[in-house]
Structure formats: structure tokens, C-alpha cells
């Protein structure tokens, strides 16, 4: 998984491509903390070029959102392909996450 993040006004844009996976989400995980850990507490993940989420990536997700909220924080997700979005409706997490079409759309809603 190749995991890039910039800086938009005063959020921060994961994005991420290929597999989000047992592996791949520790990675994840670590510069998620690091961010978190930084006073950052608005994030998007951008998942256009994720192809497969498997559960350990379902959990690093839920953990950052917690995390974030104790803090006052949020983090949106954007751009999810079908499958990455059926993992995420049949896990129940559409409910617990703001998810926008595009990640724009997502940075914009901080605002």
C-alpha cells in the first residue's frame, strides 16, 4: 500500500492505494497517531485507489474516529469504490462515518 497525505487549509488528506490490510493498516495506523498526536484533528482518507479492506483496516478506521473525537476531532472518507463500500455498509461503519463522493466535497464539510 502506498500511503501519501497532504495538507488542505487545516486538514490533512490521507490517500491511500492498493490494499488496506493486516499489514498495510499498522502503517496507516502509525502516521494517523502521529497526526492526531500533532493537535491535527480534521482527516480525510481518500479511498479512490483502495481495492481491498479487510478487517484490520475496518479497525484502524473505527480506532482514528474515536480517537479523533475524544478530541473534538473528525475524520471523513471519500471516494470509495463499490467493493471498499459494501465493506463498509454490510460492517455497519456508514452509519458511524461522514463518506462524500468526492474528497473536495469532504474537505469542504469541515467548514
Known amino acids: 500500500m502506498e500511503i501519501e497525505w497532504k495538507k488542505a487549509d487545516d486538514a490533512y ?3 491511500l492505494k492498493g490494499r488496506l490490510d493486516a499489514y498495510s493498516s499498522n502503517e496507516l495506523e502509525k502516521i494517523i497517531n502521529k497526526l492526531i ?3 491535527t484533528t480534521k482527516i480525510v482518507v481518500n479511498f479512490e ?3 481491498y479492506i479487510s478487517s484490520s483496516g475496518l479497525r484502524v478506521m473505527l ?3 474515536k480517537r479523533l473525537k475524544r478530541v473534538g476531532g473528525e475524520i471523513k472518507l471519500a471516494a470509495l469504490k ?3 463500500q459494501e465493506v463498509f ?3 455497519g ?3 458511524l462515518f461522514e463518506i462524500y463522493d468526492e474528497e ?3 474537505v469542504n464539510s469541515f467548514n
Open 93 to 95: 461503519f456508514t452509519q
Open 63 to 65: 480506532a482514528s474516529l
Open 82 to 84: 463499490p467493493y471498499v
Open 89 to 91: 455498509d454490510i460492517s
Open 13 to 15: 488528506i490521507l490517500s
Open 49 to 51: 485507489e483502495v481495492v
Open 37 to 39: 498526536d500533532k493537535g
Open 104 to 106: 473536495e466535497d469532504a
